[in-house]
């Protein structure tokens, strides 16, 4: 298989980490008999500082040319002391969200059981977890009109949804679970708003087409209470943008540590693979940071963007091994971990290599 994949660093520890996934997707080319092809770009305050711009319109025409788009992060600490700055460098990643557009985002909960000491939950909710969310992206309270009266007594944002955004996540939803668990769960709160109750008439008209997936019903509130107490009857979350944002955060807990999950936005174009932690300057440069989420996003573009099932299982497989090895990065240690298992970016890298 031949593919373009554009490589976006960011900043911070995106410069680290993504030097990670790109070796990783080069391996799986040269085992597996692929024809992988890289191409460079910059984003965010790296772009800032050499144009202006955090999103150069060379980084976007790339991005729009290229088969996946593996991304780092983007960010600065100089924009959290100044949140007025008119340039910042997240501009540069809704622009290129909505120019390729992406609908939605999936992230996997993915459990390595060597890894159930690093969670805050017990080992025996957590065994056996293994859950992909569908957040939708492009519709919800988020981009409803918001007002506020003269006198900052009243304010309001309207919650907006169209059938057609509700079916063309439903759908990738849907085939997801055929690939998986065959289980779907469309989380709602179809009992209080009107949003919800179309959601929930688009995909239970879908369910009828997809007879293998079973297809369940859930309020959100009852969704994140099940979430902590048994995580494992979960299969294929699909939820709306404001539900999805809170429910994958909460569920980003269960695999123990940010360094360890990726993510990907899909949609008609160009899909875009990511790590869900940010820049976290506080490590940069040093060696510090955990490339593991880099790591299973090229696994995750492997799989969504290609199609490479069996690639895309090698790359989980070396990250489990180097795991089972006892290799742990300082986020994913814990207190028995012994000194001289702890490595650095450069050196877990290798040991998935
Ligand atoms: P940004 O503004 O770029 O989103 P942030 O301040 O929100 O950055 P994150 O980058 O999301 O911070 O990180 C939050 C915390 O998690 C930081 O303390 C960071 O050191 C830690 N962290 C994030 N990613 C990793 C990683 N890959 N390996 C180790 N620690 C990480
Ligand atoms: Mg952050």
Not at 90 to 115: C, H, M, S, T, V
Not at 134 to 163: I, P, Q, W
């Amino acid at each position: 298989m031949k593919k373009n994949i554009l490589i976006i660093p960011g900043d911070g520890i995106g410069q680290e980490v993504t030097e990670w996934g790109k070796q990783v997707l080069e391996v799986i080319a040269s085992k597996f008999g692929h024809e992988f092809a890289f191409d460079n770009a910059i984003m965010g305050h790296t772009a800032i500082e050499a144009t202006g711009n955090p999103l150069p319109d060379e980084t976007l025409e790339k991005a729009k040319a290229s088969d996946a788009i593996l991304f780092g992060a983007i960010g600065h600490a100089k924009y959290d002391n100044d949140p007025s700055a008119k340039v910042r460098p997240e501009q540069g990643l809704l622009k290129i969200r909505k120019e390729l557009g992406l609908y939605a985002n999936l992230r996997p909960i993915l459990l390595f059981d060597e890894l159930l000491d690093a969670s805050s939950l017990k080992p025996e909710i957590l065994r056996g977890t293994d859950i992909l969310f569908f957040r939708e992206l492009t519709g919800d309270v988020y981009f409803g009109e918001k007002t506020r009266n003269e006198d900052n007594t009243f304010a309001s944002d309207l919650m907006n949804y169209h059938r057609y955004e509700v079916e063309r996540i439903a759908r990738k939803a849907f085939e997801a679970a055929q690939t998986r668990g065959k289980r779907l769960c469309s989380v709602d709160k179809a009992n209080v708003l009107e949003t919800s109750r179309l959601w929930r008439e688009v995909v239970q008209g879908l369910a009828a087409e997809y007879p293998d997936v079973e297809t369940e019903h859930m309020f959100i509130d009852n969704a994140a209470m099940q979430l902590v107490k048994n995580p494992k009857k979960f299969d294929v979350v699909l939820t709306a943008n404001l539900f999805g944002d809170i429910l994958t955060d909460e569920a980003s807990q269960i695999a123990g540590s940010m360094g360890m999950l990726a993510s990907a936005s899909i949609g008609d174009g160009t899909g875009f693979f990511e790590p869900i932690h940010g820049s976290a300057h506080d490590i940069a440069g040093q060696d510090k940071a955990n490339p593991l989420a880099s790591i299973l996003s090229a696994a995750l573009m492997l799989d969504i963007a290609f199609g490479l099932q069996e690639e895309a299982k090698a790359v989980t497989e070396a990250v489990d091994q180097a795991l089972k090895a006892g290799w742990r990065t300082s986020d994913i240690a814990v207190n028995d971990t012994p000194a001289d298992r702890i490595l650095g970016t450069v050196a877990m890298g290798q040991k998935v290599i």
